[in-house]
Structures are given as structure tokens and as C-alpha cells.
């Protein structure tokens, strides 16, 4: 049987990686990319489980065999039709029965297949102990008040070729009351780190990378401590752009993609109520409670940005250390566009290829 070490892992080139644990546990965490095939259902594993716990190993391995046997067939019909793109490696929790019995069917079908040793937890492991070590020396921190566009300015700015760290994107979250909206439930600990070793494979030999100011929690995720203490000591560009600009660039990601689905009044109210409850101004509560009532949404926008965000933005703001860059601009591109002046300033050029 071939086995593979986690690190072996890491120096194949663009592998097919097969996760063959239940559905609940790939969606509680995997190796990016991976393609679940599960050799049990949630409740099979479970069941198996439970006959583990009270009659013993020999016994659970029949049931074991029992369910899995009649969806062999059409199980390695899957498995095989990733086959001829690409080196298969499959895996399972700790790389015990489940992924050797998969890799012997599968070397009985003439499919030859990796099977990692240690499985899932032998690679959350490894990535655990990497990611301190894999931060750029230097974070160049992108700062403004909610709706300048700093999630469109980075996505701008990666595709240049400037080595970026999109911490939303990896948190399946916007880090903000509303940030899973159209989002879904954001991501868990166990996905945000797997996207944050990934992203930093991605931007490995650059001497900076680009972030945004975030929290230290973002949705359910945290960030580590050796990420902070970069964005807090790093160099700081603050972006201003006008109200009504920020409105707009808000309710384009906020309202108009969503306000017409069953879910969004519920979330939108679930938010709000939310602010209401740490909100001291009666009038300002009001008039909230009464748009979000009538359903403009977009007119609650400018009025929880000037007496909820905006003040809360000023004061995060003072735990950062260091200098601050002011960029004032009317949108996200001419905010891209002088953010790239200053990095040729600071001899902070494009590293990655794009």
C-alpha cells in the first residue's frame, strides 16, 4: 500500500485529494480543495460508532462492512473518474481503517492512490505549526470607515500581483453584525486556518503583504496572535471617501444582490435589533425600527454609519501603532490606484505573478 507523509504531501504537484469521512465531518473541516466521496453516511458513521462503543471492535467492523459493501461499486466508479487527472491521494480522520480498506479496493481495481498518513489530523497538525512562521516580516494594513471598499481594494491590488491576505474572504465573513449575509454561515476555525495556509503558500518569498484592519474575531474565526502583532506594527494606509460613496458601495453588497430573497428581512432584522440594543439615542432608535419596518433598507444605511459604525471605527482605530498614510478618494479604484503610488514609494512592488 503506498503511503504518503503529511510533508511528501506538500511536494506533490496539484494532487486530486479525496476526503473520504462522513459529510458532517468534511464540513467541519478539510484540505482545501478536496472532493468529499464519503464512505459512510452521517448516520451510518454514527451507527458504526455506537456499536464500536457497546459490542467491540470485531463487530463494528462487520457493520462496518455491511453498509459499505452493496456502494463499493459505484463509490470507486467515482474515485476513478478523477483517476487520469492527476495524482490521488485520499485520506480520512486519522488515516486508520477507513482509508486503507478504500486504497486496497482500489489497487484491487488496478487505481493506484496515496493514502495519507495520519489523515485529516496529521494535516491540520502540520498547518497549525507552519502558519506562525510563513507571515512576511512587514503587514501593510489597509484602515477606512465601513463601505470605503477595502475588500474590493485588496481584490484590485491582488490582481496586480501585490501579495494579499484576504481575512474575509478566508473567515466566510465581512466582520461586521451583517457579514454573513449571502455569505452563508461563515466559516469555522478549522477552514479559516486551512485558507490561511494556503493563502500565505501563495505569497511565500514576499517580504510584505497587504491585509485589512480586522478584529481579532472574525465571524467565527480568530485570527493568531503572530498576525496581529504584524497588522498592529505594520504600515498603515487610511482610506476616507465620501458618504454618499460609501452608501452606494454598501448597499451594492448588501442590499441589492439580496433584498428580493425569503431570508433577508429576518437577518436584516435579526442585525438590527442587534445595534438597537447598544444604541442610547431614542430618536435614532425610531427612526431605524420604523425604516426597517417600511423595508428601506438602504436609507438605514447612512443613518447606522454616521451613529453606530463610524464611531466604533474611531476608536479600534487607536490600538494600532505607527504612523498613518491618509488616502482620500471619491471610489475603490482611485483608492487602488494611489495605495499602488505609495507602495513604489515605499519600495513595496509587486511580488507575485499574475
Keep these: 500500500m503506498k503511503e504518503i507523509t503529511i510533508e511528501e504531501f506538500f511536494s506533490l504537484k496539484d494532487p486530486i485529494v479525496i476526503d473520504i469521512r462522513s459529510p458532517i465531518e468534511f464540513k467541519d473541516g478539510a484540505v482545501p480543495g478536496a472532493i468529499n466521496v ?25 457493520r462496518a462492512m455491511e453498509l459499505v459493501s452493496p456502494k463499493l461499486p459505484a463509490m470507486l466508479g467515482t474515485i476513478k473518474a478523477y483517476y487520469e487527472c492527476g495524482e490521488l491521494v485520499i485520506y480520512c480522520w486519522r488515516g486508520g481503517m477507513r482509508s486503507k480498506a478504500v486504497v486496497t479496493f482500489l489497487e484491487f481495481a488496478g487505481i493506484y492512490a ?10 491540520r497538525q502540520y498547518i497549525l505549526e507552519r502558519i506562525p512562521e510563513m507571515f512576511p516580516k512587514k503587514a501593510v494594513v489597509l484602515h477606512g470607515m465601513t463601505g470605503v471598499g477595502k475588500t474590493v481594494i485588496l481584490k484590485m491590488l491582488k490582481q496586480q500581483g501585490y501579495p494579499v491576505l484576504d481575512l474575509e474572504e478566508m473567515a466566510g465573513h465581512r466582520g461586521s453584525i451583517f457579514g454573513t449575509i449571502g455569505l452563508g454561515e461563515g466559516h469555522n476555525q478549522k477552514t479559516f486556518d486551512s485558507l490561511l495556509f494556503k493563502g500565505l503558500e501563495d505569497i511565500q518569498g514576499a517580504d510584505y503583504f497587504l491585509v485589512e484592519a480586522e478584529s481579532k474575531r472574525i465571524g467565527k474565526a480568530v485570527q493568531p496572535e503572530e498576525l496581529m502583532e504584524l497588522k498592529l506594527n505594520g504600515v498603515h494606509f487610511y482610506i476616507h471617501s ?31 435589533e442587534s445595534i438597537l ?29 454616521e451613529n453606530y459604525y463610524d464611531t ?22 482611485e483608492a487602488a490606484a494611489k495605495i499602488v503610488g505609495k507602495l513604489n514609494e515605499l519600495s513595496l512592488l509587486p511580488t507575485i505573478a499574475c
Design 277 to 305: 440594543r447598544r444604541m442610547k439615542n431614542l430618536d435614532v432608535k425610531k427612526q431605524l425600527a420604523e425604516l426597517l419596518h417600511e423595508r428601506k433598507y438602504s436609507e438605514l444605511i447612512p443613518i447606522l454609519l
Design 114 to 123: 496515496w493514502r495519507l498518513s495520519g489523515g485529516y489530523k496529521s494535516y
Design 38 to 62: 464519503p464512505l459512510f453516511t452521517d448516520k451510518e458513521r454514527q451507527e458504526v460508532g455506537t456499536i464500536y462503543k457497546q459490542e467491540g471492535p470485531a463487530a463494528a467492523k462487520w
Design 242 to 272: 465620501p458618504l454618499e460613496q460609501r452608501v452606494k458601495q454598501l448597499v451594492s453588497e448588501y442590499v441589492l444582490p439580496y433584498e428580493k430573497e425569503t431570508w433577508y428581512h429576518e437577518k436584516i432584522t435579526i442585525g438590527i
Design 312 to 333: 466604533r471605527y474611531n476608536h479600534a482605530k487607536q490600538e494600532y501603532v505607527g504612523k498613518f498614510i491618509d488616502i482620500y478618494v471619491e471610489n475603490p479604484a
